[in-house]
């Protein structure tokens, strides 16, 4: 079964102080590990998508890496307006296409 | 170019009601999803549609919830006797389609928050 641990559950930064999220995964053969922004009262709003260890990709203040068995998302010098829930979910080859989500970070910045 | 609508976005209701929620996709898009989000909770798989195939249902809660997807664009959950454990936000998403790198980047809608008294 495949699974997805976001750690931590939520994070408090001050303006300018950079932090990184965690997702850790187990997978049977990855096909993409997504992450996602969600906002209050709004849908997930899509982020990035990684699909081998090694790979990054990056969107203004954000970084995303990925490892074998985890992804981080670092947020490098967070304004106010990061402010928002992050999920990370990943897809498996072959069989169902439907993805498995994390339960997401709340992270706070604080001006 | 127009994002994935759902309709209503809020809808409250008293135990036992049937309730109807849309979802419409971005056109073009060949899969759609449908997710139930609890207060601190993840996002719960529901059902899966793609294109012309028989959609997945194993995430259906219970027989009390189904799903239609029509012409392959605009689909309805249903939920028959809600029940007070039924409220949460449903969060429909559709993506490009199943096949190839970058199109399985779901889309999501706002969703609709359903209270159930």
């Known amino acids: 079964e495949d699974q997805v641990t976001q750690s931590p559950e939520a994070l408090r930064l001050q303006e300018g102080e950079s932090s990184s999220l965690n997702c850790s995964y187990t997978?049977?053969?990855?096909?993409?590990l997504f992450w996602y922004r969600q906002d209050p009262g709004k849908g997930p709003e899509f982020l990035f998508t990684?699909?081998?260890a090694g790979e990054e990709k990056e969107k203004e203040r954000l970084k995303a890496t990925l490892t074998k068995k985890e992804s981080f998302l670092h947020i490098t010098a967070p304004k106010p307006e990061d402010s928002a829930t992050y999920l990370c979910a990943v897809q498996a080859r072959g069989g169902s296409y439907i993805p498995t989500f994390g339960r997401g970070t709340s992270l706070i910045v604080h001006p | 170019g127009a994002g994935v609508s759902q309709s209503p976005s809020n809808k409250v209701t008293e135990k036992g009601k049937d309730v109807e929620l849309r979802c419409d996709p971005i056109?073009?898009?060949?899969?759609l999803y449908w997710y139930r989000q609890s207060l601190g909770q993840g996002l719960e798989f529901l059902i899966y549609f793609q294109g012309n195939s028989a959609p997945d249902k194993s995430g259906l809660p219970s027989d009390r919830f189904s799903a239609e997807r029509t012409g392959g664009s605009v689909s309805t959950l249903t939920i028959q006797r809600t029940q007070q454990e039924d409220s949460a936000v449903y969060l429909c998403?559709?993506?490009?389609?199943?096949?190839?790198?970058?199109?399985?980047?779901?889309?999501f809608g706002p969703g609709t928050r359903l209270t159930v008294l």
């Open positions: 997978v049977s053969g990855l096909r993409g």
């Open positions: 990684l699909y081998s």
């Open positions: 056109s073009g898009h060949t899969a």
């Open positions: 998403a559709s993506s490009p389609s199943r096949r190839g790198p970058g199109t399985d980047t779901q889309y």
